[in-house]
Structures are given as structure tokens and as C-alpha cells.
């Protein structure tokens, strides 16, 4: 069997991190989603069909044609008409039944796996607020009643979580699939259809469900697999006069310098220099090449590959990209004075991040004058610069 995984989105929600990147490839816990969701196949699928668009050659570079057993095959979707078109992309590529999946989120192997040992069905979580998302009513077999975006009256707590198993029979339903208001061809309004014709079971989703809808939603999986799949290793070198506590993982060619306190869990990648005399919080991932240096303190954050915190510094929830550069004395605020959960900017409007606790997302390549501060929730783009003593009070894109 294949799987179908839809990654050809442009994903402005998570700028400035995918101005360089597609989403797919953004790390978690230094992997990326699309190898964590290959993770999650392995036994299940001998194949995947990529349904790839923006910036499709760093996909292609990254994964090739093979990935722990499973194949991989690659489409271009180029013009992205909505997840049924996308869908449609591959029908000269599958004449057998089919998983297919959402291409930022992440999923329990059990519950992907109970979901393509049904003839067609889609894969549910119970969630506490059903308004914000398409919701199932089913009936007492769990077969589909009806599926509605985002209803406006609450009529089931069963959240569609973005996977599917399909019959090739939903092709010809998607080609004939009339486009929703915002002229996309759907895989709910395909849903509705075949569930009309006979028995599309929902499975109730028993594991974890990780969301990337945006930055901050990175911080929230690399959490949950730090505090839940992180084994201790150490492959680097480590000094008598660091003090290590918790789960710790170290990657080879990592030197851990006197004076360096770590308190995990915390991941650290190859070739990275902490220390001395700095301190690493639960929660935090260093890349690889990345450097922690004398007096800088992290905490719950993302360092992507490269990105460095040399000397004096504060960084606490927040997202640093590739190649980042802080200089002495920058520190990132992640507490508001009156305690509320932080919003940020997106396009012209404040989101509630839902975090008490949320620092910056930085995008790659970005240099910062020493003495720069950061308010909360502010974004910088790629290879943008701060001067000595800059205080950055809104995004900063140029």
C-alpha cells in the first residue's frame, strides 16, 4: 500500500521560517515533519507519493528516492487548488487503496496504522473546542453522517485530523467535485460524497495529534518528543566539570565545556560547542554546528543547524533558523508584565499564540547587534540585521 502526502503548500503561516524552506522540512527534535511522518509509515506503507510545490528541489535533495524501506515518488502540483486537487495529482500512480495525509502534522504509528486497516475511513481526535476545525457526526456504527468546517453550531467533538483511507474510487469523485467557496476542489466534499454511497468509518485517534499550524506549534512537538521519545546518549565530549542532569542527548563531535549546566530533557546534534559556563533548559534542541557560549542561558527553544548564542545572552521559547548569529547581550523577552498569553502578527492581524511563555521566531542567517533586545512574539525575517542596542519592538523584515 502507499501513502499520499501533501506538501506543496507555500505555508505563510509559519514565515519566516519557510521564506527558505518548504514546511515539510522545518526540524523537529532535529528531525524533519516529513521524516518523522516517514517514521510513522514504516511497516504500514512500501510507498509514498509526494505531492510536492514550493521550493520541491530542497524535498527531492533531502529524501531522494528511498527513506528507511519506503519508496518514494514525487508530483508536482502546480497550481495548488486545494487538498482534493491535490490529491488528483496522483491517479496515474495508484490503482490500489490508499492512505493519504495532511503534510504538516504528525500522528501515533498505532492510530495511522488502525486507520489503513479499513476499506475507507478518516482518522478523528475528541478536541475541547469543535469550532475550530471540520467536525464528523457519525452514527452509532461510526460511519460519516456528515462532515462541516469549523460549524457554527457544536453538534460533535470529533475533529478531522487530516488522514484518510481512500479506494481508488475516490478519484472519480474528486474529478467531479464542484469547488467550494474559495474555488478549491476539497477531500471533505469527496468525503460527504462517498459517505453517502456506503459506510466511511471514522477511527478515533487513541495517541498524540501534533498540529504545525504555526512557529510556535514547532516549540509544542519538540516538547512533547523531548519529554517522551529522547533517550540518554552521548557521542560527544564531555567535561568533568559540566554537570548534566535529566535526559540528555549528545551527537557525535559535541564538546560540553566546563562550567555548562544542562537540565534536560535536551537534545543536542553533531559538532556543537556549549560551554563553558552556560546553561541549558528543559525543552531546548541544538542542531548540528550549533555553539552556546560563556554566560548565555536557553530555554525550550529550537536552534536550527548553525544558529549560535555565543556569549551573555538570553533565549527562551523561541525558534532560532539556520545560520543565526546573536550578538553579546541580545536577549529575547517571553513574559508579558500582565502575565496574558502572547499574540503575534499575521497578515496585518494578531494571533493568540495561547503561550504564556513565547519568545521570537528568528529566520535564518540573522545577525544581531550586540545589546539587541526582543519583545515577545515578534518575528525576524531571513538575513535581516539589528544594530548595537536595537530594541525590536514589531516584526522585522527588512
Excluded at 481526535?125 to 476545525?133: G, S
Amino acid at each position: 500500500m502507499k501513502a499520499v502526502i501533501m506538501a506543496a503548500g507555500e505555508s505563510t503561516r509559519t514565515f519566516p521560517l519557510t521564506v527558505t524552506r518548504p514546511k515539510a522540512l522545518l526540524p523537529i527534535a532535529n528531525k524533519t515533519i516529513l521524516e518523522r511522518q516517514l517514521d510513522s509509515l514504516v511497516g504500514i506503507v512500501d510507498g509514498v507519493v509526494l505531492i510536492v510545490g514550493y521550493r520541491h528541489e530542497m524535498i527531492r535533495e533531502r529524501m531522494g528516492d528511498r527513506y528507511a524501506g519506503i519508496g518514494i515518488e514525487y508530483v508536482v502540483q502546480q497550481e495548488r487548488k486545494g487538498t482534493g486537487h491535490a490529491v488528483l495529482q496522483c491517479k496515474d500512480l495508484i490503482a490500489e487503496p490508499f492512505l493519504a495525509m495532511n503534510g504538516d502534522d504528525l500522528w501515533e504509528p498505532a492510530d495511522l496504522a488502525a486507520v489503513a486497516a479499513e476499506e475507507q475511513a478518516a482518522l478523528a481526535k475528541v478536541v475541547d473546542d469543535p469550532r475550530l476545525y471540520g467536525i464528523y457526526e457519525v452514527d452509532r456504527n461510526d460511519c460519516v453522517v456528515r462532515l462541516v468546517e469549523k460549524p457554527k453550531e457544536v453538534f460533535s467533538n470529533l475533529a478531522n485530523i487530516g488522514v484518510y483511507k481512500f479506494t481508488p474510487e475516490v478519484f472519480d469523485v474528486l474529478e467531479h467535485t464542484p469547488p467550494s467557496e474559495r474555488g478549491e476542489i476539497e477531500i471533505t466534499s469527496a468525503i460527504q460524497t462517498l459517505a453517502e454511497r456506503g459506510c466511511f468509518k471514522v477511527v478515533r485517534a487513541q495517541g498524540y495529534w501534533l498540529a504545525i499550524g504555526y512557529p510556535w506549534h514547532l516549540l509544542d512537538a519538540n516538547q512533547f518528543i523531548l519529554e517522551n521519545h529522547l533517550h540518554v546518549e552521548s557521542y560527544g565530549t564531555v567535561s568533568p566539570l559540566a554537570d548534566l542532569n535529566g535526559v540528555v542527548s549528545i551527537g557525535q563531535g559535541t564538546v560540553i565545556k566546563a562550567g555548562a549546566v544542562i537540565e534536560g530533557p535536551v537534545l543536542i546534534g553533531e559538532r556543537c560547542e556549549v560551554g563553558p559556563n552556560c546553561y541549558l533548559r528543559p525543552g531546548t534542541t541544538l542542531g548540528n554546528g550549533c555553539k552556546v557560549g560563556q554566560g548565555s542561558e536557553v530555554k525550550n527553544s529550537i536552534l536550527m543547524d548553525g544558529a549560535k548564542v555565543p556569549h551573555l545572552s538570553y533565549v527562551g521559547d523561541s525558534v532560532l533558523g539556520e545560520g543565526v548569529n546573536l550578538g553579546c547581550g541580545t536577549v529575547v523577552a517571553n513574559f508579558r508584565h500582565d502575565g496574558k498569553t502572547h499574540r503575534s502578527e499575521y497578515k496585518g492581524e494578531l494571533v493568540d499564540t495561547g503561550r504564556r511563555k513565547f519568545g521570537a521566531i528568528i529566520g535564518d542567517h540573522v545577525h544581531t547587534g550586540i545589546h539587541t533586545s526582543i519583545y515577545p512574539g515578534r518575528k525576524l525575517w531571513p538575513h535581516t540585521n539589528t544594530l548595537p542596542g536595537e530594541i525590536v519592538r514589531g516584526d522585522k523584515r527588512d
